[in-house]
């Protein structure tokens, strides 16, 4: 649903952005599918998951302010979420995977097992 007044420049702008922000976020999933290990599996959804979300949140922001006819920054507040989420999120499955390693290592070293 489109509003009447909603200016050609700005539906198209915000189709543009609405399907940028999708390409790159499924371009991370396919980076997900694509690499061999885990580490590098985690990198690339996250980068895809960040900008993705960015261009589609402008493009939210874009469309309620012309929608509503003044600035809606509510939606600033799921990309703060968002931003803040996933390089946590990264950061703790990157630690976990060092540790199962570095566990499954010490076995390896402690049981003579090349």
């Keep these: 649903m489109t509003p009447p007044d909603l200016p050609a420049w700005a539906a198209v702008t915000v189709g543009v952005l609405a399907v940028a922000g999708a ?23 996250t980068l895809g998951a960040t900008l993705g979300m960015a261009l589609i949140v402008a493009a939210s922001i874009l469309f309620f302010t012309f929608a509503e006819g003044r600035l809606m920054p509510r939606e600033l507040l799921i990309g703060v979420f968002l931003t803040v989420t996933t390089p946590v999120t990264l950061i703790l499955l990157a630690r976990a995977a060092l540790f199962r390693d570095r566990v499954e290592r010490g076995r390896d070293e402690t049981s003579g097992e090349p």
């Design 23 to 45: 390409g790159l976020s499924f371009l991370g999933a396919v980076g997900l599918c694509g690499f061999k290990t885990f580490y590098e599996r985690v990198h690339a959804p």
